[in-house]
T-cell receptor, first 111, second 124 residues
Framework: QSVLTQPPSASGTPGQRVTVFCSGS????????VNWYRQLPGTAPKLFIY???QRPSGVPDRFSGSKSGTSASLAISGLQSEDEADYYC????????????FGTGTKVTVL | QLQLQESGPGLVRPSETLSLTCTVS??????????WGWLRQPPGKGLEWIGS???????YYTPSLKTRVTISVDTSKNQFSLKLSSVTAADMAMYFC????????????????WGQGTLVIVPS
């Protein structure tokens, strides 16, 4: 029941800046903060950005998050080969008594 | 360092009940500031939150699964559990447990860290 929409893929060459977009609605991104998770192949997701733009300890400052209205984005600057992964946005949705919803996911490929 | 580990049967027959347990180590499940959550990911698909529980028993469930899901907590064992009834092939997925820093009505709401996950197969 993903209600957050992401492009299926994004790509860039090493060193480039790549941005992943996430589109929601007033009941989720428009009303609540956005988190981003990174999932490397065959592993569990890992929190990469919380509260729109906060980085947990250990996440490089090459990663930055932002939110505007009902959309959010994750920017990766200085793209590296190890950044190749699936990235998911997520937020709380206030409808139907509230639930946590993930985006459809974006596969970032380093060319 | 907090760690979570999922355990349970890797195969559940259609119409039966899926039961999984998450064991928390390196920290107490009886923390007032955290919930504990279950999430899943069907093969090749995206992530879905199933529900979360506070050690005092307060639960939140995703609407689409609410009628089939029960999450419980056992503080004496530092564990919490998931039961999903009447499973179908659509419930086949990797199931993850995670700590859920969650304060209702505030911006404090994410999942970190996650367990490694356990694959549950539902044969058709």
């Amino acid at each position: 029941q993903s209600v957050l929409t992401q492009p299926p893929s994004a790509s860039g060459t090493p060193g480039q800046r790549v941005t992943v977009f996430c589109s929601g609605s007033n009941s989720n991104i428009g009303s609540n903060t956005v988190n981003w998770y990174r999932q490397l192949p065959g592993t569990a997701p890992k929190l990469f950005i919380y509260n729109n733009n906060q980085r947990p300890s250990g996440v490089p400052d090459r990663f930055s998050g932002s939110k505007s209205g009902t959309s959010a984005s994750l920017a990766i600057s200085g793209l590296q080969s190890e950044d190749e992964a699936d990235y998911y946005c997520a937020a709380w949705d206030d409808s139907l008594n509230g639930f946590y919803v993930f985006g459809t996911g974006t596969k970032v490929t380093v060319l | 360092q907090l760690q979570l580990q999922e355990s349970g049967p890797g195969l559940v027959r259609p119409s039966e009940t899926l039961s999984l347990t998450c064991t928390v180590s390196g920290g107490s499940i009886s923390s007032t500031t955290y919930y504990w959550g279950w999430l899943r990911q069907p093969p090749g698909k995206g992530l879905e939150w199933i529900g979360s529980i506070h050690y005092r028993g307060t639960t939140y469930y995703t609407p689409s699964l609410k009628t089939r899901v029960t999450i419980s907590v056992d503080t004496s064992k530092n564990q919490f559990s998931l039961k999903l009834s009447s499973v179908t092939a659509a419930d086949m997925a990797m199931y993850f447990c995670a700590r859920h820093p969650f304060t209702p009505g505030t911006s404090r709401n994410w999942f970190d860290p996650w367990g490694q996950g356990t694959l549950v197969i539902v044969p058709s």
